[in-house]
């Protein structure tokens, strides 16, 4: 399988006889990642874009102020559109971008979505149907047939894939197509797999969502999100909405972003060929009742042999790995999700979820090895609950 999942080139035999000058090739994702939103090559010009620390400009402009937009705004912006193929509003974090676009749901409509997900966009999900906001019907997204059925009457497809933390896997062509049919928007979280690795608007999505504070920024120093449509009028009626509410990327967020931005297809090619040799030396290991992997991306679910007990201590038997929410930075965390009470109790209570980093994956393995080899030879200690009220990530 190529890199990221993108096609491989053709052979030299098999390409046109008559090709396109090089500067009339579309560049490719690792390319436009590096490249994209950077401004014009003048003579003493900086290379990147810089930091415009402004809440208040000039009046005559089209700026006016610093809740409708700022220029390393705009560079992220323009950096994640080219790589997802679509117009992209940065927000302040990625629930704020849920929240965005679930606040143009009419009232009372109709809302499908996985019964797995981003455990704040199922809270923010079920807070609406709560307040009479909105109906929720939560599907498997496996089942494909079953999120088709769903989706008749619906305003809103909200899809997920690979889904968190369960890692299930949508068919999204069929989905999005008949989504379509019955008349439904259709948004695709984009988290895990980033757009190297699945555009969802090139397969029809009419929205893309990601918490940048992941893969995309991808030094666990930044909360971001971000919105992308290929649609004029949906993207300016999503940047009114933000405006109008007022959830806006900070100047630092944002170019922080950018700059990891331009690391992703090296890092995510590390951490997913990382990703890959630790799945295969997970199944053969006795303390693992069973590893979900999708087949790309860098994040891992094994649930342990043990359940619950078992899960809570591994997390904290590690050295290099990190007990930790959150995921997609350079170092390795991971967690047991139902230790959040807001986790699904679909999930199982001995699952961990592993967000992979880019460090040596032999290093990786004789510490979570270590850790695991210690489970099979001792009585595991108490299982720990967090709190969270209003979910994990």
């Known amino acids: 399988m190529p890199a990221f999942g993108f096609p491989a080139d053709p052979p030299a035999s098999d390409r046109p006889t008559t090709e396109l000058p090089a500067s009339a090739r579309p560049l490719r994702p690792g390319t436009v990642a590096v490249t994209a939103g950077r401004p014009p090559h003048l003579p003493d010009s900086p290379l990147n874009v810089p930091l415009t620390m402004a809440s208040t400009y000039v009046a005559g402009g089209d700026l006016e102020y610093g809740r409708y937009g700022n220029p390393t705004w705009s560079a992220f912006e323009e950096a994640l559109g080219a790589l997802e193929g679509g117009r992209c509003l940065a927000f302040s974090s990625g629930l704020a971008a849920v929240a965005t676009v679930l606040d143009l749901v009419g009232q009372g409509r109709k809302v499908v979505a996985p019964r797995h997900a981003y455990n704040g966009s199922v809270m923010q999900l079920a807070d609406l149907e709560a307040r009479g906001r909105i109906t929720v019907h939560l599907v498997d997204i496996e089942d494909t047939a079953a999120v088709i059925a769903a989706c008749e009457d619906a305003a809103l497809v909200w899809l997920e894939s690979p889904t968190n933390p369960a890692l299930e896997v949508a068919d999204l062509v069929p989905i999005i197509a008949s989504a379509h049919e019955a008349g439904a928007y259709v948004v695709v979280d984009n988290t895990f797999a980033t757009p190297l690795l699945q555009q969802p608007l090139a397969l029809g999505a009419d929205l893309v969502v990601h918490s940048a504070t992941k893969f995309i920024a991808g030094h666990s120093d930044v909360l971001l999100g971000a919105v992308l449509t290929s649609d004029d009028e949906l993207a300016a009626v999503l940047r ?154």
């Open 240 to 393: 009114k909405r933000r405006e109008l509410l007022g959830a806006v990327p900070g100047t630092l967020e944002a170019w922080l972003a950018l700059r990891g931005l331009r690391t992703l297809h090296v890092r995510l090619e590390r951490a997913q060929a990382n990703a890959q040799e630790l799945v295969r030396r997970l199944g053969g290991h006795a303390a693992v009742g069973e590893v979900r992997y999708p087949g790309f991306g860098a994040i891992v679910s094994v649930v342990l042999a043990q359940g619950a007990l078992a899960a809570d201590l591994l997390t904290h038997k590690t050295s290099l790995w990190v007990h930790a929410t959150s995921l997609g930075g350079v170092e390795s965390t991971f967690e047991r999700r139902r230790r959040w009470k807001s986790e699904p109790a679909t999930i199982p209570e001995g699952l961990v979820r592993m967000s992979v980093g880019i460090e040596d994956v032999d290093d990786l393995w004789d510490d979570l090895a270590g850790a695991l080899d210690d489970l099979t030879g001792e009585p595991p200690a108490p299982a720990v609950e967090a709190p969270g009220p209003l979910g994990s990530p």
